[in-house]
């Protein structure tokens, strides 16, 4: 857990990428010298900030985002949401600009943010949640789970993975931006028609933890039914604990490929946690396991 433990202590927020991508071309240079295969890197100006792998013959991609939810400071003390933060007076945060380090609390008036600082912080500044990293026998707690876990599942696979294309992806807390363009690169390239989203999910009345990875039917878009139904159908091979899920709200970088001029099918396999979006986000160590079991095996299958 030594990768993951160094990945959450990395701070991301949409827009602020970088240094993720640095971390994570530093790890594959490091290591894809053990691995089943060593990928083709594609990296620089032509991705901004996202990082493509290609490994052998590729039929399937994973899709996972680097960035998170936080805070830009605005004007006045205010501060400005990232994606869909929750936001209670004393969370604590963390950033830094050109004055130096940061470490500050929330404050709510009448609806609207503030930060609590002895000094102003620059405007524009990105601000994160304080982390705190809890790992017991059953569950890993801490800020930024949604989407590290999504990324440390696509590091991992990259170890085993012989053929397929492993992509880190920026802003999909703001919307998919950088989607368009990677996937008219992999298409164009290798003609990938199928994909599966690495993210994290929510635990609901019907997806709960210690029950295994969760696959989603849908969410607030829904896939191809066939694509889908193939994979529940691997699924059930495979002897991996999963939970199926369906939803109406929600959305992932699935919906940057569904809306996409590509005819790609897509799927959203994630485990479920609770207390999203907050500094105590909580996912089960049974469920993560099967989430790294799973996306292995289907890679091997699909």
């Avoid at 990768?3 to 894809?32: M, N, Y």
């Avoid at 899709?63 to 007076?89: C, K, S, W």
């Avoid at 599942?153 to 170890?159: F, V």
């Avoid at 849908?218 to 193939?230: L, T």
Wanted: with cysteine; glycine share 8%.
């Amino acid at each position: 857990m030594g990768i993951l433990r160094d990945l959450l202590q990395i701070q991301g927020v949409s827009g602020e990428e970088s240094t993720i991508s640095k971390f994570i071309l530093s790890w594959v240079s490091q290591r894809k010298g053990n691995w089943k295969v060593s990928p083709e890197i594609y990296y620089g100006d032509e991705l901004q900030d996202c990082i493509v792998l290609k490994f052998g013959k590729p039929r399937t991609a994973v899709f996972a985002h680097m960035d998170t939810i936080g805070f830009t400071v605005r004007y006045e003390n205010q501060l400005v949401t990232v994606g869909g933060p929750e936001a209670e007076d004393g969370f604590e945060l963390v950033g830094e600009d050109i004055f130096g380090p940061i470490e500050c609390k929330i404050k709510k008036n009448n609806g609207q943010l503030f930060y609590d600082f002895p000094r102003g912080i620059q405007r524009g500044t990105s601000l994160s949640f304080k982390q705190n990293v809890r790992i017991d026998e059953k569950f890993i707690q801490a800020a930024y789970l949604d989407n590290r876990l999504g990324v440390y599942n696509a590091m991992k696979l990259c170890e085993t993975l012989e053929d397929g294309v492993v992509v880190f992806s920026t802003y999909e807390e703001h919307h998919g931006g950088s989607m368009p363009f990677l996937l008219r690169f992999i298409y164009e390239k290798w003609q990938i028609r199928q994909s599966l989203i690495s993210d994290i999910t929510w635990v609901t009345e019907g997806v709960r933890h210690h029950e295994g990875v969760a696959i989603s039917l849908r969410d607030r878009n829904i896939p191809r039914k066939a694509y889908v139904d193939r994979i529940v159908a691997l699924a059930s091979e495979s002897g991996i604990p999963f939970q199926l899920e369906v939803e109406g709200m929600g959305s992932s970088d699935g919906r940057e490929v569904q809306m996409s001029p590509y005819a790609m099918d897509w799927c959203f396999i994630g485990a479920p946690e609770d207390n999203v979006h907050s500094p105590d986000e909580k996912v089960s160590l049974h469920d993560l396991d099967c989430m790294l079991k799973m996306y292995q095996y289907l890679m091997k299958h699909l």
